[in-house]
């Protein structure tokens, strides 16, 4: 029992790592429509500004994470200014092609600096250890991981519901046609949910970078790992992101713990059942759901 | 003149959608454009309200020039429209469409917009009151709470139109409200049209498929065919033209 509920938390704080680099995903796809396939290199970017602004420069961690997070979302401000605005009303395909194009040339520019090879460490300001409950351990990093998410979400449900932008933004996601003609500016809306999918992504990659290190590829992996987290969530739901990814994060932690054993009885000996079972689930699940979980189903009358 | 559209001209590509029309609209006045599909009536509107760029020619309101003006923009110099394919936020409820017409939106820095406390404005400021009385205004009271994607037809195209006038506009641009109604819904919306007027000297622009409609209630009609003006004038001189009957077929029976 006491496995089961430690294989739980560590799976719900991988899936709060998801989830918060879902949430800028889908606040991009839910006001403008646009699948951002460079999320994982945003992701790196983040981690990789804040480790800099740390190790190199020198600064206190909490104050570099916060730049870092800053400077990612001046990041993605930019890219939408500079490349997708352009694509407006271009069929979605292309504008797909634009930010697997820009996933290719972040990652060729991170390439080129120390971080394309090699593992770094983030510095540790968590003490070491955990929580320790009835006998199971939560580690400081995953308490992180955790308490980050919550924060985020909080904040997330607070400005939807509250700021004059995020409602603005709730009323470009509904109807973009309607909102213009009452006074919403969606270019405004478009820069602001990029800068903001910007600093989300900043976020997990900080949160990663604590929990496990810092090295491109696994950055990047962690904004593939998203997309079956958000398209079981319902690709236009924050709340849907949240529960998609840590359900798929649970799905791994039981995988690693329990699958891979029954697995190896049979000769599957890899162990990478992780990897596969959350897209199964998917496949799954899609049949009966289309639309995700918490996903807008679109009734087109005729 | 309040609306002044001048020689304006939009083509896609090598279409002409609109080719130099004008049109004139005084403080006040309800100004139909009537002709047959595809002449280019919504175009118009969409010029007007920012959605498309005319390629020549020039939009004034009450001395602002708007013909490169965004939507939003045109917006807050007092235009608000109303759509034929009804855009509304399905999702909310006719209260909430009505509300979000009065956020100011854009009136604040980007730091303003994100910090205010969106809620405390719209009850502060008399906005849900407002909201309430143009709710009564076009009798919608046993709807308000109900979410718009589950209302029928007639009553969500009702709805658009008190969503428009929830930005207090100068001038009110209403594309085939009655487009789709049935007989008593049309003889509501003439009413409230009427109302509107009246009550509060909103300028409305009008495009109607309904030809006995228009003639009833405006005070001048514009004539639209193949993207250019081919009458204009009082109701009854415009039903009289030939280039109009010729082009409006059914229009004998109006006149």
């Known amino acids: ?302 | 003149m309040q609306l002044k559209v001048e020689q304006v001209t939009l083509s896609f590509g090598g279409v002409k959608a609109l080719s130099e029309v004008s049109l004139e609209v005084a403080q006040g006045e309800l100004v139909s454009v009537i002709g047959p599909n595809g002449a280019g009536k919504t175009s118009l509107l969409n010029c007007i309200s920012g959605f498309y760029h005319p390629s020549a020619g020039r939009i004034i309101f009450e001395g602002h020039d708007l013909t490169h003006a965004s939507p939003h923009q045109v917006t807050q110099y007092g235009i608000a429209r109303a759509f034929q394919n009804i855009e509304l936020f399905t999702g909310m409820t006719v209260l909430e469409n009505l509300l979000m017409a009065r956020h100011t939106f854009g009136h604040y820095n980007l730091l303003d917009n994100i910090l205010i406390y969106g809620r405390a404005m719209r009850v502060g400021v008399g906005n849900r009151r407002f909201c309430e009385e143009i709710i009564d205004f076009m009798e919608l009271e046993p709807y308000r709470k109900a979410l718009v994607g589950d209302l029928p037809y007639g009553v969500r195209k009702r709805v658009e139109v008190a969503r428009a006038l929830a930005l207090s506009p100068k001038l009110l641009l209403l594309d085939e409200p009655m487009a789709g109604m049935t007989l008593e819904e049309k003889e509501d919306m003439v009413r409230f049209i009427l109302d509107i007027r009246a009550e509060r000297g909103t300028t409305v622009v009008l495009i109607e498929h309904d030809l006995g409609v228009v003639m009833d209630i405006s005070d001048r009609v514009y004539v639209l065919d193949f993207g250019q003006v081919i009458a204009s004038g009082l109701p009854e001189e415009v039903s009289q033209n030939p280039r109009v009957q010729e082009a409006y077929v059914g229009v004998d029976h109006v006149a």
């Open chain 1, 1 to 302: 029992m006491i496995d089961f509920i430690q294989n739980l938390i560590s799976g719900i704080a991988v899936g709060c790592i998801y989830a918060l680099a879902a949430l800028g995903f889908v606040l991009v796809y839910k006001s403008s429509r646009v699948i951002n396939f460079s999320n994982g290199q945003f992701i790196a970017i983040g981690a990789f500004a804040a480790y800099a602004l740390t190790v190199w420069v020198g600064l206190p961690v909490l104050l570099a994470a916060l730049l870092a997070m800053l400077l990612t979302a001046g990041l993605g401000f930019l890219v939408e200014r500079v490349f997708l605005r352009r694509m407006v009303g271009q069929p979605i395909i292309s504008v797909i092609m634009v930010t697997i194009g820009l996933a290719s040339v972040l990652d060729g520019l991170m390439y080129l600096t120390p971080f394309g090879s090699g593992n770094f460490t983030f510095p540790q300001f968590l003490p070491p250890g955990g929580l320790e409950l009835a006998g199971i351990n939560i580690s400081y990093p995953q308490l992180m991981a955790i308490g980050f998410t919550m924060v985020f979400l909080l904040l997330f449900g607070w400005f939807f519901q509250r700021s004059v932008l995020g409602i603005a933004m709730r009323a470009v996601a509904d109807d973009q046609m309607a909102s213009m003609s009452l006074g919403v500016s969606v270019r405004r809306v478009f820069g602001l949910a990029w800068a903001v999918a910007g600093l989300t992504a900043a976020a997990a990659g900080i949160v990663v970078g604590t929990v496990s290190g810092l090295n491109q590829d696994g950055l990047i992996a962690i904004g593939l790992a998203v997309f079956p987290a958000v398209i079981l969530g319902g690709l236009d739901s924050v709340p849907g992101a949240v529960v998609g990814g840590i359900v798929i994060g649970v799905l791994q932690s039981f995988s690693t713990a329990y699958l891979d054993g029954v697995l190896g009885q049979i000769g599957l000996v890899g162990g990478g059942s992780q990897y596969a079972v959350p897209f199964v689930v998917l496949l799954v699940m899609l049949w009966f759901k289309p639309h995700g979980l918490f996903g807008t189903e679109e009734i087109e009358r005729v």
